[in-house]
Each structure stands twice: as structure tokens, then as C-alpha cells.
């Protein structure tokens, strides 16, 4: 077991999976725990902030599964990882360069377009990349543990 341990360090492949998945990660809790909190500075009170957050996680998730379908359909799941974390970072720039509440409330929903498909489809992307049962187990282990 150690020697696909060592398989797994050494390859190129499961330190992209590592850094792609913690460059999605990272934004994707930041968004999960402040989304609340972007919506209340738009002025709206906690519960309709809370409740206009809602939408936002449905077109997440229909989005999220989407691209999952599109992806396998089309078998190239990288390129789906750029256009959506050029959507999620023109998201993020508009939330943070923007004073007006419609467009950010509009940006919200970009970044969770760009943050949201890109966790399981980087996972995925990883598991099709590394050969042999064994050390993709470990890198995928290592990539969801970082």
C-alpha cells in the first residue's frame, strides 16, 4: 500500500487535483457562510436575506448537475472547470467592485455558478486522470482531504 502512497506523491496529476480543488473549495465556503450576509447588506432583514439565499443554492444545484451531464456527454470535463471559474471570478469581482444591490445580487448568483459545478466536477476530472484503482483512491483522498 505505501508504494501507491508514494505513486500518488510523486505524480503531477494529483497535485493539480489538490490545487484546482482547493482553489474552488476555499471560495465555495466563503460563499456558503457570508451569502447571508451579502443579501443583509443589500438591505434586506436576516430571514428575506436568508430566504432570497435560497434561490441562489437551487440554480446551484440544477447547474451543478448540468454540468455534470454535459460534461460526461461531451468527456472533456476541464474545459467546463475554466468557463465556470471565469463565471465564479466574475462573480466575486463584480460583489466586490459593485454598490449597487441588483447587480449584486446578480453577481451572487454568477459566483455560485462559477463555485458550485466545479467541486464535484474536479473530483470527477481527477478519477477519470489517474491510472491504476490504487493510487487514484489515495489521490483522491488526498485532493478531498487538503
Given at each position: 500500500?505505501?508504494?501507491?502512497?508514494?505513486?500518488?506523491?510523486?505524480?503531477?496529476?494529483?497535485?493539480?487535483?489538490?490545487?484546482?480543488?482547493?482553489?474552488?473549495?476555499?471560495?465555495?465556503?466563503?460563499?456558503?457562510?457570508?451569502?447571508?450576509?451579502?443579501?443583509?447588506?443589500?438591505?434586506?432583514?436576516?430571514?428575506?436575506?436568508?430566504?432570497?439565499?435560497?434561490?441562489?443554492?437551487?440554480?446551484?444545484?440544477?447547474?451543478?448537475?448540468?454540468?455534470?451531464?454535459?460534461?460526461?456527454?461531451?468527456?472533456?470535463?476541464?474545459?467546463?472547470?475554466?468557463?465556470?471559474?471565469?463565471?465564479?471570478?466574475?462573480?466575486?469581482?463584480?460583489?466586490?467592485?459593485?454598490?449597487?444591490?441588483?447587480?449584486?445580487?446578480?453577481?451572487v448568483y454568477l459566483a455560485a455558478s462559477g463555485i458550485y459545478p466545479l467541486i464535484p466536477n474536479t473530483i470527477a476530472w481527477m478519477s477519470?486522470?489517474?491510472?491504476?484503482?490504487?493510487?487514484?483512491?489515495?489521490?483522491?483522498?488526498?485532493?478531498?482531504?487538503?
Amino acid at each position: 500500500m505505501c508504494r501507491y502512497i508514494f505513486q500518488a506523491l510523486k505524480d503531477w496529476k494529483t497535485w493539480l487535483g489538490m490545487l484546482c480543488y482547493a482553489g474552488s473549495d476555499a471560495p465555495l465556503y466563503a460563499f456558503s457562510l457570508f451569502t447571508p450576509s451579502i443579501i443583509n447588506q443589500l438591505g434586506y432583514t436576516a430571514t428575506p436575506a436568508n430566504l432570497l439565499s435560497v434561490p441562489v443554492y437551487a440554480w446551484a444545484c440544477i447547474l451543478t448537475v448540468g454540468v455534470g451531464y454535459m460534461a460526461d456527454r461531451i468527456g472533456n470535463r476541464g474545459i467546463f472547470n475554466l468557463i465556470f471559474f471565469t463565471i465564479g471570478l466574475a462573480g466575486y469581482i463584480i460583489l466586490v467592485t459593485s454598490r449597487n444591490a441588483a447587480l449584486s445580487y446578480f453577481a451572487v448568483y454568477l459566483a455560485a455558478s462559477g463555485i458550485y459545478p466545479l467541486i464535484p466536477n474536479t473530483i470527477a476530472w481527477m478519477s477519470n486522470n489517474v491510472e491504476g484503482s490504487y493510487k487514484r483512491s489515495v489521490a483522491i483522498g488526498m485532493i478531498i482531504s487538503l
